[in-house]
């Protein structure tokens, strides 16, 4: 047995990481940082992606984070078989492998009604705020941050909510993956309607290919799902047009380096990258980056915020998802 087997072996009982990651640690600070900028209006409108704003003076700058070197080499904890065995040439290759590894991994049985999901997290762009914020002012919102988080397996409340039509819970997107249909284009048409597209205030519907990539995306923030059905995500992902692998290892907002499954916003001067774990293929996160230098004027007079290609808009990082049996613990 070669010592890529043995590791993957080894880590083959490890959970595959939930929109949840994104819920309530995120959306307490979000709900209590009030107001947006248009940029990250921006990538709400596109993307559905909850942003943060500022509650005191914090500049444009601020809404960015520099981005993190990205580096050939693997990660300290993977051995260098891992990136070795890698294929990153083209997104057919990259997820094909994962595809085809995820395919051998034997289910988990689905979670019971009365468990909970837990998520732990890195989002770099929230800590750099939450850092920014005065202790006075976190301290009258009697406001905490913390990369855990978990949320209940069976929610009907969430369910019955229709004010945000990416949403689903645990329970609903487990079910959604498991009875995804094998071909890539039945598959993507299932997301497209699972997960709908509408007009915003930035512009028209989605076209196919970025709704498709949209709703692929939201579907892999969940957890969890079952394996073969991760791989037919990860193989229709591939058919999608404009999506593309980067040819080497990225590091993420926690310091690991993962796979960039990318595609470029149609509107806009970003791009979206999902981030794939090498070893076992699990969703390990998410970024917005840059793609061209550009400005966006400021109201009132104030100097433009310019973007520089490379920044990162949006870089979060998801650790740990495991299913428990009670909100508060912990694997």
């Given amino acids: 047995m070669d010592e890529l087997t043995r590791l993957r072996e080894l880590?083959?009982?490890?959970?595959?990481?939930?929109?949840?990651?994104?819920?309530?640690?995120?959306?307490?600070?979000?709900?209590?940082?009030?107001?947006?900028?248009?940029?990250?209006?921006?990538?709400?409108?596109?993307?559905?992606?909850?942003?943060?704003?500022?509650?005191?003076?914090?500049?444009a700058a601020a809404l960015f984070i520099t981005q993190i070197v990205d580096a050939p080499a693997p990660r300290s904890s993977a051995p260098a078989t891992v990136a070795g065995d890698l294929d990153l040439s083209s997104p057919e290759a990259a997820l094909g492998r994962a595809a085809d590894f995820l395919e051998r991994q034997e289910a988990p049985p689905e979670p019971r009604a009365d468990q909970w999901i837990y998520t732990r997290g890195v989002d770099a762009g929230q800590e750099k705020q939450w850092a920014e914020v005065p202790a006075e002012i976190?301290?009258?919102?009697?406001?905490?941050?913390?990369?855990?988080?978990?949320?209940?397996?069976?929610?009907?409340?969430?369910?019955?909510?229709?004010?945000?039509?990416?949403?689903?819970?645990?329970?609903?997107?487990?079910?959604?993956?498991?009875?995804?249909?094998?071909?890539?284009?039945?598959?993507?048409a299932e997301l497209r309607k699972v997960f709908p597209t509408g007009s915003g205030p930035d512009g028209a519907p989605e076209a196919k290919d970025e709704h498709s990539f949209r709703a692929l995306s939201v579907l892999l923030e969940s957890y969890p799902i079952p394996p073969d059905a991760q791989a037919r995500i990860y193989r229709a992902m591939a058919t999608v047009g404009g999506v593309e692998v980067t040819d080497h290892l990225i590091r993420d907002a926690s310091g690991r380096q993962v796979i960039a499954v990318t595609r470029d916003h149609d509107r806009g001067d970003s791009r979206r990258e999902i981030l794939i774990d090498p070893v076992d293929y699990s969703y390990a996160g998410e970024r917005d980056v840059v793609t061209r230098t550009h400005e966006i004027p400021e109201p009132g007079g104030l100097e433009p915020t310019v973007y520089k290609r490379g920044d990162v808009l949006m870089d979060i990082a998801r650790t740990k998802a495991a299913v428990v049996d009670a909100k508060g613990q912990k694997p």
């Fill in 11 to 59: 880590r083959a009982d490890a959970p595959v990481p939930d929109r949840a990651a994104l819920a309530p640690g995120r959306e307490r600070l979000t709900t209590a940082i009030a107001g947006r900028n248009r940029r990250a209006r921006r990538l709400r409108a596109d993307w559905r992606i909850a942003s943060l704003g500022a509650v005191v003076a914090i500049t």
């Fill in 138 to 188: 976190r301290d009258k919102m009697s406001m905490t941050y913390s990369p855990d988080s978990w949320v209940p397996y069976d929610n009907k409340a969430a369910e019955n909510d229709e004010s945000d039509t990416d949403y689903r819970t645990a329970r609903e997107t487990y079910r959604i993956a498991a009875d995804l249909p094998e071909d890539p284009e039945a598959l993507l």
